[in-house]
Each structure stands twice: as structure tokens, then as C-alpha cells.
T-cell receptor, first 112, second 114 residues
Framework: GNSVTQMEGPVTLSEEAFLTINCTYT??????LFWYVQYPGEGLQLLLK?????DKGSNKGFEATYRKETTSFHLEKGSVQVSDSAVYFC???????????FGAGTTVTVRA | GAGVSQSPSNKVTEKGKDVELRCDPI?????LYWYRQSLGQGLEFLIY????????KSGLPSDRFSAERTGGSVSTLTIQRTQQEDSAVYLC????????????FGEGSRLTVL
């Protein structure tokens, strides 16, 4: 079946530091890949997505590239801000199945 | 409203009681999902509704859990004879129903079973 593994947190960074959150997946077909973010007190919201190999999703300074050869979709941001403190979830959807499979989530705290 | 609305936001109940959690999806969204988020764990899929099709109930953890969606809109998740392990945040999401489409989540209903 489909599954997502992402690096465990929590992650604590200083402002302007570089952030990477690793995500790898197992899928039977060619899934679409997503990063969702949950800010404190809010619901999950889509951060970015990529639907095929070598696609790069980007939003709010975050980027992730769909790497089929390494089955990965690592999230990166070059210079984090305090407002980036949140829980980040990697997810995939099989093209034949509308369910999303989520990773366990990574809590990121950015200190001023 | 503009987003997915869930109620109650918090529910504390005693072991053995039944609870109902409500989800009001975004107007016009044909797909509706329930997920469960337990402390330190990822989101666990529970059930999926798409239009008038039979729901995908493959994620429901036991027969104490059930859900319905009336008129293709509001959904209710019911947990009978609650157990302490049912304590979690129950998340509802809706989408346009297209493959690779974005899911829009509500803020969740936090259930605590004493």
C-alpha cells in the first residue's frame, strides 16, 4: 500500500536559518505529492504540491521537488521566519484513489 | 461559510457514551473526508464520501464508528460506546472531487474520553 515517511521532529531553528524536512514515500503507481502545513490554532492547509516526476512545487519561499528515482519530496526553505513555526505534513495521493496518505508530521519552531 | 466548519470544537465525554461530530463542507464540494489525528501520530484516514457513490469506509477502526452524509452536504461522524483510545482530534476535509485536488480542512473536533 501507499505510505509516507517524514523526518521526526521537533525541529528548532533560529530566524534566517535553512530548513529541510525529509519526506520519502512508497506507492504502487505514480502518485501526486503534497506538503500541508498546520499553523497554531488553525486547520491544515495546502502549502505546495507536485503531480509528476521532476516537478517542483513552491509557495511562500518553500520548495519541494518530486524525485521519482529516490522516491522523495523533501521540503526546503532558505531563510525561515518566526511565522513559519507550524507542523508540516507530507502526503501523497494515488491517481486512482482520492484518499491522501499522510506522514506523521514534523513540528518546526523558529526562534527570533 | 467560506471554509469547512466542524462542531463541536471540543468534546469531553465519559467512557461508554456515544458522541456525534458534525462537519459542514465548503458549498459545492462533492468530496468529503474524515481523518483522525492522534497525539504524535499522523493523520489516519477514516472515511470518504464522493457524490452519490457508496462511501469508502475502509479506514474506520471498528464497528463502533459510523458516518453519514445527508443530501450530499453535511456529514456526521458517530462513535458509539466511546473508549479512551478514541481520544483524538477528528478532522473533516472537503474537495472538488478531482484527482490531485486540494483538500480543505476544518479546524477539527477534539474528543477526550475520560
Amino acid at each position: 500500500g501507499n505510505s509516507v515517511t517524514q523526518m521526526e521532529g521537533p525541529v528548532t531553528l533560529s530566524e534566517e536559518a535553512f530548513l529541510t524536512i525529509n519526506c520519502t514515500y512508497t506507492a504502487t503507481g505514480y502518485p501526486s505529492l503534497f506538503w500541508y502545513v498546520q499553523y497554531p490554532g488553525e486547520g491544515l492547509q495546502l502549502l505546495l504540491k507536485a503531480t509528476k516526476a521532476d516537478d517542483k512545487g513552491s509557495n511562500k519561499g518553500f520548495e519541494a521537488t518530486y524525485r521519482k528515482e529516490t522516491t522523495s519530496f523533501h521540503l526546503e526553505k532558505g531563510s525561515v521566519q518566526v511565522s513559519d513555526s507550524a507542523v508540516y505534513f507530507c502526503a501523497l495521493s494515488d491517481p486512482n484513489d482520492y484518499k491522501l496518505s499522510f506522514g506523521a508530521g514534523t513540528t518546526v519552531t523558529v526562534r527570533a | 461559510g467560506a471554509g469547512v466548519s466542524q462542531s463541536p470544537s471540543n468534546k469531553v465525554t465519559e467512557k461508554g457514551k456515544d458522541v456525534e461530530l458534525r462537519c459542514d463542507p465548503i458549498s459545492g464540494h462533492t468530496a468529503l473526508y474524515w481523518y483522525r489525528q492522534s497525539l504524535g501520530q499522523g493523520l489516519e484516514f477514516l472515511i470518504y464520501f464522493q457524490g452519490n457513490s457508496a462511501p469508502d469506509k475502509s479506514g474506520l477502526p471498528s464497528d463502533r464508528f459510523s458516518a453519514e452524509r445527508t443530501g450530499g452536504s453535511v456529514s456526521t461522524l458517530t462513535i458509539q460506546r466511546t473508549q479512551q483510545e478514541d481520544s483524538a482530534v477528528y478532522l473533516c476535509a472537503s474537495s472538488s472531487g478531482q484527482a490531485s485536488g486540494e483538500l480543505f480542512f476544518g479546524e477539527g473536533s477534539r474528543l477526550t474520553v475520560l
